[in-house]
């Protein structure tokens, strides 16, 4: 094999010579185009092992230079397809090809199974879910739809879970309803935690506690706990009113009202029972049971039984003595 710049070839000018040289011998043509060669190339041969001598203006890059010059091109090349979002357009390319050829394969999302629903629908659950057919099992995002789940109303917890080839399982536990909380004219279901559950359109729900007031679904699992502790009491209760976010007046279907403090209602709570069992103030003439004063119980009767009271205890009129005769 002859080297480089070495001899000419017998078919000088060829159309079929790769290099041709030129027609006085200072320099190479390829295809036509002239290529111009240093001193040192030009009509030499280099034997195997050999090192080319080197002209006045020749560089060579060491090794490791040649490394950090690589290197530094190509993170010049990796920024500036990031920072134009070229990166990010074909790793949203390349996953979306992968994500068609999954469910090609039958790994799309085709069934879902659902534990623990009660009050919750089906649709508000598979709109939480956002998937559809084209969704395969291994690109669908288990994290964020259990995120959007517990975004629902009725939904306390959830776990969302891959069943392959095509399925998923979702286990959901539900927020309770614990009362129906009255506040503006408007009646709302709330749970235990004073979570508003929905908005009811009409008094439903009649086996739960109605409370009112500004406060009152925050702070209900305190009183109805002390409440349940006295049944007798609890079954009379038609409403317990939140004043001012700070204590509970109870209205009884009698229309008594009973006023307890704003701290330790239990203890109140236990007097109230005590007294109805000796006085039967809870179905007798009273209007209002006061409790406010912790050394003092304070009664007040309504009209009808104070005129009553009056009237026991007033003297009893003398009849007018007419004159008339000693028989």
């Given at each position: 094999?002859?080297?480089?710049?070495?001899?000419?070839n017998k078919g000088k000018g060829s159309?079929?010579?790769?290099?041709?040289?030129?027609?006085?011998?200072?320099?190479?043509?390829?295809?036509?185009i002239p290529l111009s060669l240093s001193e040192s190339w030009q009509g030499r041969s280099q034997k195997p092992g050999q090192r080319s001598a080197r002209g006045p203006l020749s560089f060579r890059m060491s090794r490791p230079w040649r490394i950090a010059t690589v290197s530094f091109v190509c993170l010049v090349g990796v920024y500036?397809?990031?920072?134009?979002?070229?990166?990010?357009?074909?790793?949203d390319f390349a996953s979306k090809?992968?994500?068609?050829?999954?469910v090609r394969a039958g790994f799309a999302v085709d069934h879902v199974t659902i534990e623990g629903?009660?009050?919750?629908?089906?649709?508000?659950?598979?709109?939480?879910?956002?998937?559809?057919?084209?969704?395969?099992?291994?690109a669908f995002d288990t994290a964020g739809a259990k995120e959007r789940l517990e975004t629902l109303p009725l939904v306390r917890r959830a776990q969302v879970m891959r069943l392959l080839p095509s399925q998923l399982h979702v286990v959901i536990e539900e927020r309770a309803?614990?009362?129906?909380?009255?506040?503006?004219?408007?009646?709302h279901l709330v749970d235990q935690d004073g979570t508003v559950l929905g908005i009811?359109?009409?008094?439903?729900?009649?086996?739960?506690?109605?409370?009112?007031?500004d406060g009152a679904a925050k702070n209900a699992r305190e009183l109805l706990d002390?409440?349940?502790?006295?049944p007798n009491i609890k079954k009379r209760v038609q409403a317990a009113v939140r004043v001012a976010d700070r204590r509970w007046n109870l209205k009884l279907e009698n229309g008594l009202e009973i006023r307890l403090p704003e701290n330790d209602p239990g203890r109140a709570l236990k007097k109230v029972a005590e007294l109805d069992a000796k006085h039967k103030i809870l179905s007798g003439d009273a209007v209002a049971v006061d409790l406010r004063l912790g050394d003092r119980v304070t009664i007040r009767m309504g009209s009808d039984a104070v005129r009553r009271r009056d009237s026991a205890f007033a003297a009893p009129k003398r009849k007018d003595r007419r004159p008339g005769r000693d028989t």
């Open positions: 094999m002859q080297p480089l710049g070495g001899k000419r159309r079929f010579g790769f290099w041709n040289r030129g027609s006085k011998g200072k320099g190479l043509r390829c295809f036509g500036g397809l990031a920072v134009g979002g070229y990166a990010n357009r074909s790793a090809q992968f994500s068609t050829i999954i629903q009660k009050h919750t629908s089906d649709r508000a659950i598979v709109r939480a879910l956002g998937f559809d057919r084209a969704t395969s099992t291994f309803p614990y009362a129906v909380w009255q506040y503006k004219s408007t009646l009811l359109k009409k008094r439903t729900y009649s086996e739960l506690p109605l409370i009112v007031g002390e409440l349940a502790l006295w």
